[in-house]
């Protein structure tokens, strides 16, 4: 079974604060790691993907990963009210070509 | 739009009813997949079709029943639902082989039980 895990949350942080989202992941072969924003009643939508270990960023958005301790997370600077959504970690797991397997999600809510 | 278009966005059915949902992804991908999303649970795989091959969940009753014509198009055929199926019905696609650029969604069925 592999396994992701992200808190649930909620995680509720003020209007210009950054917002910290993490996830672990129990198969170490992972190779792909993506971050969904889905608003309530909408369909996920991809925003991060990070393949190696280290930081990337896009825009607002950063990325990390540390595959040595099976944890990526997802930082959101100048948090935004428009940011209030579910974030969703996906994993794809080396032996299985194309599959994703997703956290539960963290309920993010941002107040002005 | 996304490249994976799904109709329709809402559906009503009573418990005798048989509908389908459909979906389309115009990406150029060669899998496709169904999830369930209830309120407050995660992300629940049903069905997945990739090379023209089906992967199932076992733990999904046999009056949701899945169609994979071509890798451009996926069906749900539903019948003799309970209230319980109300939820959120997505489509994804992917592609399978080479670099993997995570799934694409549809914007979702949203379906109803009655």
């Known amino acids: 079974q592999k396994e992701v895990e992200q808190n649930s949350g909620p995680l509720s942080v003020p209007e210009g604060a950054i917002a910290s989202l993490n996830c672990t992941y129990s198969?170490?072969?992972?190779?792909?790691f993506f971050w969904y924003r889905q608003y309530s009643g909408k369909s996920p939508e991809l925003i991060m993907s990070i393949y190696s270990n280290g930081d990337k960023e896009d825009g607002r958005f950063t990325a990390q990963l540390n595959k040595a301790s099976q944890y990526v997370s997802l930082l959101i600077r100048d948090s935004q009210p428009s940011d209030s959504a579910t974030y969703l970690c996906a994993v794809n797991a080396g032996s299985t070509l194309g599959r994703l397997y997703f956290g539960r999600g963290t309920q993010l809510t941002v107040w002005p | 739009e996304t490249g994976v278009t799904q109709t329709p966005r809402h559906l009503v059915m009573g418990m005798t009813n048989k509908k389908s949902l459909k979906c389309e992804q115009h990406?150029?991908?060669?899998?496709m997949y169904w999830y369930k999303q209830s309120a407050k649970k995660p992300l629940e795989l049903m069905f997945v079709?990739?090379?023209?091959?089906?992967?199932e969940n076992n733990s999904v009753p046999s009056r949701f029943s899945p169609e994979c014509p071509n890798s451009s198009h996926l069906f749900l055929h539903l019948h003799t639902l309970q209230p319980e199926d109300s939820a959120l019905y997505l489509c994804?696609?992917?592609?399978?082989?080479?670099?993997?650029?995570?799934?694409?969604f549809g914007s979702g069925t949203r379906l109803t039980v009655v």
């Open positions: 990406l150029g991908h060669n899998a």
């Open positions: 079709y990739s090379l023209e091959e089906r992967v």
């Open positions: 994804a696609s992917s592609r399978q082989q080479g670099p993997n650029y995570g799934y694409t």
């Open positions: 198969d170490r072969g992972s190779q792909s």
